[in-house]
C-alpha cells in the first residue's frame, strides 16, 4: 500500500522519483511489508495503530511559516544609511579622504544588502504554491550568502585603493573626517538597534534569524568603523601624519573580512543543507532511538528550509503493534522543544519487513 502522505518537494538532494513513499527510488517488498501489516493489523481491529504504520509523522507544532516582519526596520535602515552614503561621498571627495570614500563603499554595500535581505524576506513571506512547496524560505539564505560575498568584494577593492593612498599618502582634512564618521556611527548605531532581536529567542527561533542578524551585524561593525574613522581624523589633526588615513583603512578592511567570514561560512554551510549550528544529528539520533518501542534509526537528514526553519526526515523502524496514534505528533513536537526542528517528517519501518530498507546504510543518501 502506497503510503498516504506524499512527501514535500525540498532541496536536499536525494532523489524523490520512486514507489517509495518517501520517495527515495525504491519500490521493493517493503511496501508489501506495509500493506500486510495493515491487513494483519485489521483483522484484529488494531486500525488506529496501523493508520500510523502507515503514514509519515508531520508536524509544525508552535511555529509559523512566516518570518517576523521587519520591514519597517528595513525601510528605516536603507533609508538613513543611503543618505549618509551620499554624505560620505561628498565629504571624503572633498576632503581627500580615503577612509571616507572607504567607509561609503562599506556603507553603500550594507545599503544592497538590507535591500537584498528585505526582499528574501517578503519573499519568504509568501505562500507556498503548487509546485514550489516550500514557498520561497530558501530565499533568505540566499541572500545571506549574497550579503558576505558583497562585503567581500567591497573590501577587496577598498583595501586595494588604501594599499596604493599608503604608497603616495595625500592631504586630508582630519576635521571633517571626525564630524561625518561621529554623524556615520549614530546613524549605523540607531539603524542596528532596529535588528537587535534579529529573529531572536524572543521571536520563537532559537538559533536566530541569520538572514536579519547578518544585517545587525554589518550596521553594528559600521557603528564601530565609523569611531575608528573619527579617531583616524583626530590623530591626523594633531600628528599631520597622512599616512595614518590608508594605513586605518586596511586595518578596518581586515576587520571586515574576519567578522564577514564567519556569516558567510555560516550562510554557505545552511545553501549546502548542513545541519544548522546548534543542532547535534548524533544527539538527535540519540533521541529518536530511545523512544519505546523503538529499534532502529536511518536515513536522518536534518537542514534548514530558510535562516529561521529547520527540516528533518527520518525512518523509524518499531514493531507497527506497539505503534500509539499519538506517537508521530508527540514525537514531533519534542522535536520541536529540544532541537527547535520545526517541520518534521518520520516514516515508521515496520521490523517485521521482510528485507531491510535500501536505505539504511549511512552512506546510501
Known amino acids: 500500500m502506497a503510503n498516504p502522505h506524499d512527501h514535500h518537494d525540498h532541496d536536499h538532494g536525494h532523489s524523490h522519483a520512486g514507489g517509495h513513499a518517501h520517495a527515495h527510488g525504491r519500490a521493493d517488498a517493503h511496501g508489501a511489508a506495509h500493506a ?8 484484529e481491529g488494531e486500525a488506529p495503530k496501523l493508520a ?27 533609508g538613513l544609511n543611503l543618505a549618509f552614503v551620499v554624505i560620505e561621498v561628498v565629504y571624503g571627495i572633498l576632503s581627500h579622504s580615503v577612509a571616507l570614500l572607504a567607509d561609503a563603499g562599506h556603507n553603500f554595500g550594507d545599503v544592497l544588502g538590507l535591500g537584498l535581505s528585505w526582499g528574501a524576506t517578503a519573499l519568504a513571506s509568501l505562500k507556498p504554491s503548487k509546485r514550489r512547496t516550500f514557498g520561497f524560505r530558501r530565499s533568505t539564505i540566499i541572500a545571506s550568502v549574497t550579503n558576505a560575498f558583497v562585503l567581500l568584494f567591497v573590501t577587496g577593492g577598498l ?23 561621529l554623524v556615520g556611527a549614530a546613524i549605523n548605531t540607531a539603524s ?55 594605513a586605518v583603512s586596511i586595518v578596518l578592511a581586515i576587520a571586515i573580512l574576519v ?29 529518536l532511538g530511545s523512544l519505546p518501542g523503538v529499534v532502529e534509526v536511518h536515513d536522518l537528514h536534518i537542514w534548514a528550509m530558510s535562516t529561521t526553519e529547520t527540516a528533518l526526515t527520518a525512518h523509524i523502524v518499531m514493531p507497527g503493534a506497539t505503534l500509539r496514534p499519538t506517537f508521530l505528533s508527540e514525537v514531533c513536537k519534542d522535536l520541536h522543544a529540544r532541537f527547535e526542528i520545526q517541520h518534521s517528517t518520520l516514516q515508521i519501518d515496520p521490523e517485521e519487513a521482510p528485507h531491510p530498507c535500501a536505505l539504511a546504510p549511512d552512506e546510501v543518501i
Open 192 to 246: 542596528a538597534l532596529l535588528f537587535l532581536n534579529h529573529g531572536s529567542k524572543a521571536q520563537g527561533h532559537g538559533h536566530g534569524d541569520l538572514n536579519v542578524r547578518s544585517a545587525f551585524l554589518h550596521l553594528a561593525y559600521d557603528a564601530v568603523l565609523a569611531v575608528g574613522v573619527a579617531i583616524t581624523g583626530a590623530l591626523i589633526v594633531f600628528t599631520g601624519w597622512l599616512w595614518l588615513d590608508p
Open 52 to 78: 500510523g504504520v502507515r503514514r509519515h509523522g508531520h508536524d509544525h507544532h508552535g511555529h509559523s511559516h512566516g518570518p517576523v516582519s521587519y520591514g519597517r526596520a528595513f525601510a528605516i535602515g536603507i
Open 259 to 287: 567578522g564577514t567570514w564567519g556569516l558567510m561560512k555560516q550562510s554557505l554551510d545552511l545553501m549546502l543543507d548542513a545541519v544548522p549550528e546548534g543542532i547535534d544529528p548524533e544527539e538527535v539520533k540519540s533521541f
Open 36 to 43: 500486510g501489516a495493515a491487513a494483519a493489523a485489521h483483522a
Open 159 to 181: 583595501t586595494w585603493e588604501s594599499i596604493q593612498r599608503l604608497l603616495a599618502p595625500q592631504p586630508t582634512q582630519g576635521k571633517t573626517m571626525i564630524f561625518v564618521a
